[in-house]
């Protein structure tokens, strides 16, 4: 990402660089990076509360996915988590956020509720299925009442939008969304509790901003295959890409979204993202 980064920050005057400075930013190697910023990096405090009770009702209808069944060529097909701020206790009413992640591309979407509620959770699934730079096909939850239920059952087949669900007491089922519950959310949000109408506004103020953050400016790896030598499994990574970039490559979106992204893409500034999503964080943690 250091070549996009230099290009828009010089671009928008955030940092004035000479030639001799880009050459050594475009040559440091990961290793070295890592170690120049070791000193910085955040310890992360606290722990969380699960509190997911499971659906009983519906469960005969949804199929168990499991290892990824779906093409995952296919744009469309993500995984959907609810995380709890509820603090040191989960007693009273509290924020949750519905995070989603797109398998193919690894796009993030992320929108804050208060409490856990099926009108709730359904209402913010339909808002990350507007922001989406593409079509919603299908979503793979936990087991929690929250998802399986009638409303969201019904609302699926109404949209033809495919619906499963993963293993009880099998977090790796939602490997994908769970990673991003820490990347994401729990970064920035942290343990604390929140509990109010305006921590909440709070939250999506946030995920406006990160969500911009992430898919624009921070570059993934997926897994492209796994290789046994010599009875050893090695994975193989391709080149680290953005959700951008790849919603830009992949055949299956329309060009009309793909410019829309392109046109947005060139009025962000990373440096000035950051600051933003750090004003909203002190914000909230100092509440």
């Not at 808002?127 to 059952?153: A, Q, V």
Request: with cysteine; hydrophobic share 35%.
């Amino acid at each position: 990402m250091i070549p996009s980064y230099v290009e828009t920050l010089v671009r928008d005057k955030e940092l004035f660089l000479t030639e001799k400075q880009i050459e050594l930013l475009f040559s440091v190697s990961a290793a070295t990076i890592e170690r120049i910023i070791k000193s910085e990096r955040k310890k992360v405090f606290g722990r969380g509360k699960t509190t997911t009770k499971p659906g009983t009702l519906l469960k005969h209808h949804i199929p168990i996915h499991i290892f990824t069944k779906w093409n995952e060529r296919t744009p469309g097909f993500g995984e959907i988590d609810l995380v709890a701020h509820c603090g040191p206790t989960a007693k009273g009413d509290f924020a949750y956020t519905l995070d989603f992640i797109d398998l193919d591309t690894n796009w993030n979407e992320c929108v804050a509720i208060m409490g856990k509620g099926q009108y709730a959770t359904h209402e913010a699934l339909k808002t990350i299925r507007r922001r989406l730079p593409f079509s919603l096909l299908g979503i793979d939850s936990d087991n929690g009442e929250e998802f399986i239920n009638w409303h969201l059952y019904r609302w699926c087949k109404t949209e033809e939008i495919n619906f499963s669900r993963g293993r009880e007491y099998h977090k790796n089922d939602q490997a994908h969304v769970e990673e991003k519950n820490w990347s994401v959310v729990r970064r920035y949000t942290c343990y604390k509790r929140y509990d109010t109408a305006e921590q909440v506004a709070l939250l999506n103020k946030l995920y406006e901003q990160l969500r911009l953050y992430f898919n624009f400016f921070q570059a993934t790896l997926k897994l492209e295959r796994k290789v046994r030598i010599n009875g050893k499994v090695r994975k193989v990574y391709p080149k680290a890409k953005t959700p951008y970039q790849r919603v830009l490559e992949h055949k299956d979106i329309p060009e009309g979204n793909k410019q829309a992204l392109k046109e947005q893409y060139q009025t962000l500034n990373p440096a000035k993202l950051l600051r933003e999503i750090q004003e909203i964080t002190d914000q909230l943690l100092a509440d």
